[in-house]
């Protein structure tokens, strides 16, 4: 069974088409990497499979349903990673996860954050303000949305590799296969070469003039 | 109900509808505002108190009365295209804005002009007046609101809105001017006191009228024109419009 | 539901304390602008009594014009804006909250600094209790009607400007009635009429704002 797909989407940015009738379907326990040089369109893609901005063309369905009849379903079984992190600069990141919690309705009590902050190499950082963190530190706390939310089905991650060290990228990799094993599906972004060792499809998005 | 609308979603049918209506707005319009003009400012009798600056009334009011139309139909416009999801709405609702509000300038214009005989000043705080200046303000808001926008999609949603808050809030801003201005009543003699107009007065008026409104009409209709190839020049049916129309 | 809303609401309060200092900008804009009144016209108690409540307000207004980006501006900046909306939580009641956590961290401050212009002003007890109420009605619309033309330009670089030319314009019904509330107050006539009117706009506001600037970010997302 399909979890997402998206049927003929379009998409149109200042009157210039960066892709049409794209067509594609994804299944739990599935890797899809949505490939494609700058300025193919990519966050965009992902931007409207998350429901963010709408297509010009096409719709996108989630159970074979589109996601804005069962957008409540669908942002509970859905973890976004954009290029804004989402974390408030002004607050620390104790704060910013457990605002975020609230807000997904995800249980989780300030020890396990902290456990789990520990867990992503950030000890003794949690009550620093997250304007004072490094780029990749902030990458790392915005990425423990990964581990706190443990029943998505879906991960929509766009470039979520970038200003990660070796570590970080080798934490993120295994967290990715852990969830992939466990029937989660993932759609991701990326730059850097895909070294997953997991059978991946590929969506490529063509530069159009 | 609405099946009708829908293919003038699609640009190339909008481009060729304003194409079949274009000549009928101008040469109406033309006739109109000629023959209009002529019976106004030759033809009707002179006011007994005001002498000739009474006929400004032939621009000033036409002017006023479909500038606040203009915003209506901008707003109907933006309307259809957020609630249908229309692309060529928002075309429509961006070619009639500069139109109004260059019929609101009209209006201002002509109004303080004809307050320098009747005033003596060029300026006074009439009611009219001031709601016509706030509307100019709420047209110049929509405008440079899509300006601002790179994406002409998100601009004309985003102008949309704007011009529907600005729609709600017309009668709310022409009865509160009004009322502001009741409570200072200073030297103002309203200038619709006189309770009828004699018709050899009032029927140029309404030719002035139906002019102003087929001349808005034309005007737009050229704009979204416009609009419609600027926006679509990558496609081929405006390439193929645009090399038909430069032979000829 | 409402454990996401509570959670905006702390969130936001926890926030505006800590920009607190951006915060006393608009307010010290405010005082400022007033005083600079007297100077401008001359200090005859008379004629600061009659220009008054309209110095007030137009000053309230603009002030709060100062204030208003940054209602949307961090939120839209560093992405919580998206991860709010994919939260689930409806959009419209969020909204209304950091709409009511703005009114509450940068207007309340402004309404409890007016005794001080009133006395600038030379207002007498009654205007000033109109003046009051006018404001406690009053800037609650501002800020609702406000954040529809906030949401629109938040993803602009150079909304500033364009924020005051889309927004004075609508502002102009409510600037009349408060005024004229405040000059009922000095003849001693009754002014429940006024706020009644502007009572009725923020009612109005208060059913149809929230989707519009929910719509409104929405369109600055894509």
Known sequence: MALLRGQNLGCVKQDRTLFEMVNFSIEPSQLLYVRGQNGAGKTSLLRILVGLSDPAAGHVEYKHQDIHTVSEQYFQDLVYFGHKLGLSLNLNAIENLQFWCQLNQVNCTETELFELLAELGLVGLEDVPVSQLSAGQQRRVALARLWLKTDAKLWILDEPFTALDVQGIALLRNKMIQHLSEGGAIIITSHQTLDVDYPTSELLLEYRI | ?248 | MTASLLAVFKRDLALAFRQRAELLQPMMFFVLVISLFPLGVGPGPEILQKIGPGVIWVAAILSSLLGMERLFRDDFQDGTLEQIMLSGASMPLVCVVKVAVHWLASIVPLILLSPLLGLFLNLTLEMYWALLATLLVGTPLLSLVGAVAVGLTVGLQKGGVLLALLLLPVFVPLLIFATAAVEAASLQISYSAHLGLIGAMLLFALALAPMAIAYALKVSQS
Not at chain 2, 79 to 108: D, K, N, S
Not at chain 2, 219 to 235: A, F, G, V
Request: charged fraction near 15%; hydrophobic fraction near 55%.
């Open chain 2, 1 to 248: 109900m609405w099946k009708w609308l829908h293919p003038y979603a699609k640009s190339e049918s909008t481009y060729r509808l304003c194409q079949t209506l274009l000549p009928w707005f101008s040469i109406s319009a033309a006739i109109t505002l000629i023959s209009g003009l002529i019976l106004g400012l030759m033809f009707a009798p002179a006011d007994y108190q005001q002498g000739d600056s009474f006929r400004i009334i032939y621009i000033h009011v036409p002017s006023a009365i479909t500038s606040m139309s203009a915003y209506a139909a901008m707003a109907v416009a933006a309307l259809i295209g957020l609630v249908w999801q229309i692309r060529t709405a928002y075309m429509a609702m961006i070619a009639i804005a500069p139109v109004g509000a260059m019929m609101t300038f009209i209006a201002l214009f002509t109004g303080a002009a004809w307050g320098k005989p009747m005033w003596g000043t060029w300026w006074v705080w009439d009611a009219r007046l001031t709601s016509e200046l706030v509307l100019l303000f709420l047209y110049l808001g929509v405008i440079s609101l899509y300006k601002s926008f790179d994406d002409k999609i998100q601009a004309g949603k985003a102008a949309g809105v704007m011009s529907l808050v600005g729609v709600i809030n017309l009668p709310i801003i022409h009865y509160s001017v009004e009322w502001w201005n009741t409570l200072h009543q200073g030297a103002t003699i309203s200038k619709f006191d006189k309770p009828s107009i004699a018709p050899e007065m009032f029927w140029p008026l309404m030719v002035n009228l139906l002019a102003a409104v087929l001349l808005i009409g034309a005007i737009t209709l050229k704009r979204l024109q416009n609009e419609l190839l600027r926006r679509e020049i990558h496609r081929p049916w405006a390439v193929k419009t645009l090399l038909k129309e430069g032979k000829s």
